[in-house]
């Protein structure tokens, strides 16, 4: 008790950074355990980098994949558009490979039959699912540690 009393700085020092670390990883768990996970599978796309053209969109509840060719001469690389579903309930992501069709005309659209795997299922175009959560695209901001932790917002419905 005594070394405590000389010390009480130090003592002070090391423990109050301790119990922050604490109480925000408490804080963390708390939020994670009040918002009920998604229910709605989400499939997102990822373009490739090039003068070529993919569109995904949504015709009677199905998934249309279109590629349009660029009239300038291709990269030289094989372009393939990456889809990705997200499976909540499995908390599992899942890739699929789209490749562009061969010896196209420049500018000239056709669609890509799209993966088995995500041909059966039915597609909802809305930015919000039915259960609350809402799909955004946020730019790269370098906002700090402090923004993420305390005001970043973006955990659920």
């Known amino acids: 008790m005594k070394l405590l009393r000389e ?8 423990s109050l950074p301790l119990l922050l670390m604490l109480a925000l990883f408490a804080l963390n768990a708390l939020t994670r355990a009040t918002i009920p996970p998604p229910q ?19 015709n009677k509840g199905k998934m249309v994949i279109t590629y349009t060719p660029s009239d300038k ?3 030289g690389k094989d372009e393939a558009l990456q889809l990705f579903r997200y499976d909540p309930r499995a ?11 061969a010896n196209q005309i420049g500018g000239i659209k056709t ?5 088995e795997a995500l041909q059966d299922i039915s597609v909802d175009p809305a930015v919000e699912s039915s259960d609350g959560y ?12 402090l923004f993420d932790i305390f005001i970043n917002n973006n955990r659920g419905p």
Not at 40 to 58: M, R
Not at 134 to 145: A, D, E, H, Q
């Open 7 to 14: 010390n009480f700085v130090l003592v002070l020092s090391i």
């Open 40 to 58: 709605h599978d989400v499939i997102f796309a990822l373009p490739p980098y090039g003068p070529d053209s993919f569109f995904v969109s949504e």
């Open 73 to 75: 001469d291709s990269t």
């Open 91 to 101: 908390d599992r992501t899942y890739q699929f490979s789209v490749s562009a069709p």
């Open 111 to 115: 669609n890509i039959p799209v993966p």
């Open 134 to 145: 809402r799909l955004t695209r946020l730019p790269y901001r370098n906002s700090g540690l």
